[in-house]
């Protein structure tokens, strides 16, 4: 709860409340002190029927799915009921602007509601970052009749959208790992060297003229194809160090760090899945985390729980993933290994190769 005084009618009302104490004072009688205590109990009469207001308000907000994709509409229904006898004056709802969009339910808009009388409200929705957060009314707030004071609280029940992020192209720079290291080690799954290798089988229609060994096909008097060995690839890990911030601290900012961290993370992993180069993940989902994906199938399974599912359980697990990092050469061996943060410190990079 947050009370806020307006200075105009605060200002007003002591007024009022001085010039009837000094009336009160010098002519006294019945009419003066029934206008001054009248005065005196107008702020905490109002402050209870406000409280009143609030105890006897039911919100429920919903939307028509629950994980949705970054940036589509769908639809939001905000439900307000007064289970009370007293009516509900000018409620002013506080919808979160910064992190959705609500075109039938503008932020600050004014609602009134009489005693057991419900009213229910519509609006397109979409949100602007990745990630799991409350979405939709965030606060309600109740103003006494004479504009003295505000009282803001929390809605009784908020709804916390789960949204995954995009696949874009952010992830480009990351996946060229050729041009950071050499690529040695593991083999490709689905990408052929250019050069025909050692190993060979039967002709078929369709193959190049130019795989074919002649000798071989000769010895063996059938055409006999040369096939390219598999791409080398390098052993591949990222690392994926998100940011321990409690949830009473997620702000604007810490959204949209959140947003760019799982737009590049997914994009990454799946451009990598999409050229049959496993890689493994590791991330805090509660504890620290190891995932490899390998395919378009494992890389479906991390994206699924991607939006809401990185986070830490306590802080012995930020330390063990910072320690991961710290020892990464004795770790990880002929590995390569790229860090992605989510928030960076001036100077640095969110994306870096430590080994």
């Not at 709860?1 to 307006?6: C, E, N, P, V």
């Not at 589509?72 to 910064?98: A, C």
């Not at 702000?251 to 799946?270: H, N, P």
Request: glycine share 6%; charged share 25%.
């Amino acid at each position: 709860m947050k009370i806020t005084f307006h200075k105009k009618g605060l200002c007003l009302y002591l007024l009022f409340l001085i010039a009837s104490l000094v009336f009160s004072s010098f002519y006294g009688g019945a009419v003066s002190f029934v206008w001054l205590y009248a005065l005196i109990l107008l702020i905490p009469v109002s402050f209870f029927y406000i409280l009143i207001n609030y105890k006897f308000l039911s919100i429920y907000q919903t939307m028509d799915v629950h994980k949705v994709l970054k940036g589509d509409e769908h639809e939001f229904t905000l439900v307000l009921e007064n289970d009370g006898v007293l009516p509900i004056h000018r409620m002013k709802l506080t919808t979160y602007v910064d992190r959705c969009v609500l075109k039938g339910i503008e932020d600050g808009m004014e609602v009134s509601l009489d005693s057991f009388k419900r009213k229910e409200l519509k609006s397109g929705l979409n949100c602007r970052y990745a990630g799991a957060y409350d979405v939709g009314a965030g606060f309600v707030s109740f103003t006494d009749p004479f504009r003295i004071f505000t009282l803001r609280f929390k809605v009784p029940y908020s709804f916390r959208a789960i949204v995954s992020p995009r696949i874009t192209n952010a992830g480009e720079s990351v996946v060229d790992i050729e041009n950071i290291v050499n690529s040695t080690g593991l083999k490709s799954t689905i990408q052929n060297e250019d050069i025909p290798g050692s190993d060979m089988r039967e002709y078929e229609k369709g193959d190049p003229i130019s795989a074919i060994n002649w000798k071989i096909s000769a010895k063996f008097g059938d055409l006999v194809v040369r096939l390219p060995d598999k791409k080398e690839k390098r052993t591949l890990t990222m690392i994926l160090e998100a940011a321990n911030i409690p949830e009473i601290k997620w702000d604007t900012q810490f959204l949209k760090d959140r947003d760019r961290f799982l737009e590049l993370i997914v994009s990454c992993a799946f451009n990598f899945a999409g050229q049959g180069v496993p890689i493994k993940l590791i991330y805090p989902s509660g504890t620290v985390t190891e995932k490899m994906v390998d395919s378009y199938e494992s890389f479906l399974e991390f994206y699924n729980c991607v939006a809401d599912g990185i986070f830490y359980s306590t802080d012995s697990e930020v330390s063990k993933l910072k320690e991961m990092i710290s020892s990464r050469s004795d770790a990880y061996g002929d590995e390569t290994i790229i860090l992605i943060k989510e928030q960076i410190q001036p100077g640095e990079d969110y994306c870096t190769v430590i080994g």
